[in-house]
């Protein structure tokens, strides 16, 4: 491929930056994108194995550097939520914003192919991103902010019946599963709704 991209928590770290030395040694003029929570907190030490890092949210970034590679040119700098390595300088761009609520459900539903679903075992589903809170031992509002954003309730609806046809079991990526609120609560009462006719 002409493009190997890769997310990496820490602990899938060394694997993912094996994989980017194998993917280069057997494609030189391949581009190496690493993201996720790892690639964004230790990004000079990515920038070792990878090309380019999506730091923090990547729906937009990736959308737009993904155009601009296609367009065959070098010119990132204007890419916010990039970081690169330049005539083997450190360049990091401005931050992008983090996504609204409102933009949150207009992201599409994630694409499996047959090959894939064939093999899932625990169907996933993002319902909200960032915490009020900021304790010392977790990184949520460094990468998603401390706004607690909902995706919403039709799309989580959407994606509990879609990705209930794969795997046994559903995983349920929540930053602070219940911050308190009527909002939370209708969330939970119908995801159980679903869940309840999946048995």
Same mark, same amino acid.
């Given at each position: 491929s002409d493009a190997l991209l890769i997310s990496s928590?820490?602990?899938? #770290?060394?694997? #993912?930056?094996k994989l980017a030395e194998i993917y280069k040694l057997n494609n030189p003029a391949g581009i190496v994108i690493a993201g996720g929570p790892d690639p964004t907190f230790r990004t000079a030490?990515?920038?070792?194995?990878? %090309?380019?890092?999506?730091?923090?949210?990547g729906e937009k970034t990736l959308k737009e550097l993904m155009q601009r590679l296609t367009e065959d040119t070098s010119q990132l700098s204007d890419i916010h939520g990039l970081a690169y390595t330049l005539n083997k300088d450190f360049q990091i761009n401005a931050p992008r914003n983090l996504l609204t609520e409102k933009?949150?459900?207009?992201?599409?539903?994630?694409?499996? %192919? #047959?090959?894939?679903?064939?093999?899932?075992?625990?169907g996933t589903i993002e319902t909200t991103r960032g915490c009020p809170y900021n304790c010392d031992f977790c990184s949520v509002t460094e990468m998603y902010g401390n706004h607690y954003r909902r995706?919403?309730?039709k799309w989580n609806l959407e994606e509990m019946l879609r990705i209930s046809k794969y795997g046994k079991y559903i995983f349920i990526v929540d930053d602070n599963l219940a911050t308190g609120g009527p909002k939370d609560i209708e969330r939970l009462e119908a995801i159980a709704k679903i869940d309840g006719k999946r048995k």
């Open positions: 928590i820490t602990r899938t #770290s060394p694997q #993912s930056m030490e990515w920038l070792k194995y990878v %090309d380019i890092v999506v730091r923090g949210e933009e949150l459900g207009e992201l599409p539903h994630p694409f499996y %192919d #047959s090959e894939v679903t064939k093999q899932i075992l625990t995706r919403p309730l």
